[in-house]
């Protein structure tokens, strides 16, 4: 791998954190704000669906399966933009970034509809919220996918906090665990971030996702593509 390969994989992987500081941040506030469910791990959500079943809470478990729902129909959307992973793609293939385009849209009606209601939504309100929230992220983790990298995700990482232990228990280098530890610390600290936002400054909450996501929209526009390369690791 060449020195320019090599800053090329390190840019990619930092937009990565970035995207994982989104994902904390936005379930931060749907958790907080938005019902109780969450915009992104739908692990959780399809616990607290049939939690909500046993102990027949109807809201819960409305918010639990649409969001849901909603993540399931943002990854197909988002395959469809962003594609799947091609022998010869560069670092950050041009679907990824449309893909992440569409994306800031929708988190663009997200914001308009939550500063509409003035950062305290009605339950039909949180209803929609959440869905639109979970439908971005959904796409966000379809387009990461495109890169083709074995553990890069930026939603669910529970497999990634195991190849972290597992590599740690087994003596592995720490070079090896260095951007999959960077992506865990960065979905918690957005979490913490979420929480201060919507605990203090709820209507700065749409701002901190768009300017997330358009640091990483404007940093793959700005960059040239690298040539086709046969390995996307």
Known sequence: ???????????????????????????????LALGGAFSSVMTGNM????????????ALALHAAAAVLAFVCGCAIGARVAGTPAEGDPVWPRPVTRALSLQAVVVAGCAVLWWLAGGRPEPFEQLALLSLNALALGLQSSAVQRFGVSGLSTTYLTGTLTTVVIRLASGRPLREIGHSA???????GGAAAGTLVTSHARLWVPVAQLALLLAVIGRAVRDPEPAPVLSRG
């Open 1 to 31: 791998m060449s020195a320019e390969r090599r800053v090329t994989a390190r840019g990619r992987n930092a937009m990565v954190v970035l995207l994982a500081v989104n994902s904390g941040l936005t379930d931060a506030m749907g958790y």
């Open 182 to 188: 960077a992506i865990l610390v960065g979905l918690v």
């Open 47 to 58: 616990v607290l669906l049939g939690l909500s079943i046993g102990s027949a809470t109807g």
